[in-house]
């Protein structure tokens, strides 16, 4: 009779064939290879999806603050794409805060990259005015809870328009001076086809299309969803140029991070 060997208890089992792996090593070429493509996924992702944008300036106060920081839906809002024909897309309404390029050039810049963000306040075919500061579309006194009241101050320009011509005005672009008298019909200015009519919040603290005009639907980006971090800082800070400031503004946040950030803002949605 055969006898069976009887494994010790002690003694462990052999290793399953191809059981242990030996680790490789990522080569230099695998781990840049790897980095691409994380930054391709995100170049995608702040070039089609959305992207974050910085408040320079108080044009649209009190609905958004300098220093905030804010996350800018790309899809449903910007003009649709061929390439694209599955992404869902809707006109811009009357009312949207939204994203656009600056279609005009002022003061010799060239701002036709720049992105600013404004209420749509007319459509294509609106018939606007504004009187005493209110703003009147289709004869109808339109009030924006948002909007900075009108101040006792003299702003003929600001508060009473189109009844004095922009080329009047020192900020006023040479193109939409010269343009803007063809769009006026009875003290109305009418919004042509494929156009749109922005203005700040801060009505007498924005530069909008009273001074620069309409905005072509190409140029609409997107609309601002939430601020994800405010910040208080000044305009000033802002309008600052130079390694100098900037190391200093670095330096600033740093320091005053927990103090001067904005906490109630945080993840606030923009209406």
Known sequence: MTKKKIRNANESAPAASGSIEKRVEETPFEAFASICAVLVVLLFIQTFIGQN???????????LLIGDHLVVDRTNMAAPAKWMPL???RPPHRGDVVVFIKPVLQSGID????????RLI???GDHIHLQDGTVYINGVA????????????????LDNFPSIPAATQPDAA????VAEPGYIHDGNLVVPPGMYFMMGDNRHNSLDSRYWGFVPRANIVGRPMFNYWSFETSEEQYNERGIGPRIASIGHIILHFFTDTRWKRTLHVIR
């Not at 701002?111 to 404004?118: A, G, I, P, Q, W």
């Not at 339109?142 to 320009?157: E, G, I, K, L, M």
């Not at 040479?174 to 001076?177: K, N």
């Open 111 to 118: 701002t036709t990259d720049c992105c600013l963000v404004k």
């Open 142 to 157: 339109q009030h924006y809870s948002n909007a900075h009241p009108t101040v006792a101050d003299d702003y003929p320009f």
């Open 87 to 89: 992404v869902y897309h």
């Open 53 to 63: 944008m910085v408040i320079p300036s108080g044009s649209m106060e009190p609905t």
């Open 122 to 124: 007319g459509v294509p």
């Open 174 to 177: 040479e193109q939409w001076a």
